[in-house]
Structures are given as structure tokens and as C-alpha cells.
């Protein structure tokens, strides 16, 4: 059993930046690949950002070049560094658990993760 918990989210202005982070406990965890997804209001939950055990990493388009995933594997946490945010940036970051040990493959899809957090809200004011 995996459980995550986010923190670091918060309120900033636009071109602000942000660092969330999610610790995650389990002997296991370290193995697996994690991810970050996001929902707004009123809006599905979508991909943000993946990163495996190797640090092999994937980015929505809406992100790249801004957002940069990295894991410590020592601390079993992983991180999302949010720069040049965005007011279409805000919503409920949610970081997600593969369960599939050492899965070195990419996935944006909300079935293929496990365990989830319970989320961090992020605003960003115009």
C-alpha cells in the first residue's frame, strides 16, 4: 500500500512560480512511476507531467517548457517546479502512483495510476 501527500500549493500571481511536492510512503514507492494531474472546475482531471524510477519524464503540451518533474528516491518524494504560471494553470493538483514496479513506459491515462493524493490546490491571480 502507497500514500501520497501533496503539499507546496498555494496562491501566486501570474509569471509567479510554484514547487509542489508529494511524499510517498510504502517500501515500494521508489519503484514506481509517479505523476501529476490536475482539475479545474468543472473541467475532467488531466496529465500534467510523469517521471519513472530511471527519471524518465513526459509533459503535456500545455506545459512544456514551464513545469519540470523530478523524484528524489532517497526521500521517496517527487516534485512538480511550476514556473511562469498561468490564471489557466489554477486547480487541484493531484499527484498519482503507477503501480507497476520499475514500468519504464509512459502513460497520461487516469486508470493506469494506482494511488492518488488527496490533492493541493494551486491559484493563480491575473
Given amino acids: 500500500q502507497v500514500q501520497l501527500v501533496e503539499s507546496g500549493g498555494g496562491l501566486v500571481q501570474?509569471?509567479?512560480?510554484?514547487?509542489?511536492?508529494?511524499a510517498a510512503s510504502g517500501r515500494t514507492a521508489s519503484s514506481y512511476a509517479m505523476g501529476w494531474?490536475?482539475?479545474?472546475?468543472g473541467k475532467e482531471r488531466e496529465f500534467v507531467a510523469r517521471i519513472t524510477w530511471?527519471?524518465?519524464t513526459w509533459y503535456a503540451d500545455f506545459v512544456k517548457g514551464r513545469f519540470t518533474i523530478s523524484r528524489d528516491n532517497a526521500k521517496n518524494t517527487v516534485y512538480l517546479q511550476m514556473n511562469s504560471l498561468k490564471p489557466e494553470?489554477?486547480?487541484?493538483?493531484?499527484?498519482a502512483a503507477d503501480g507497476r514496479s520499475y514500468y519504464t513506459g509512459s502513460s497520461s491515462r487516469n486508470d493506469d495510476y494506482t494511488y492518488w493524493g488527496q490533492g493541493t490546490q494551486v491559484t493563480v491571480s491575473s
Fill in 14 to 22: 501570474a509569471g509567479g512560480s510554484l514547487r509542489l511536492s508529494c
Fill in 37 to 41: 494531474f490536475r482539475q479545474a472546475p
Fill in 54 to 56: 530511471g527519471r524518465m
Fill in 89 to 95: 494553470d489554477t486547480a487541484v493538483y493531484y499527484c
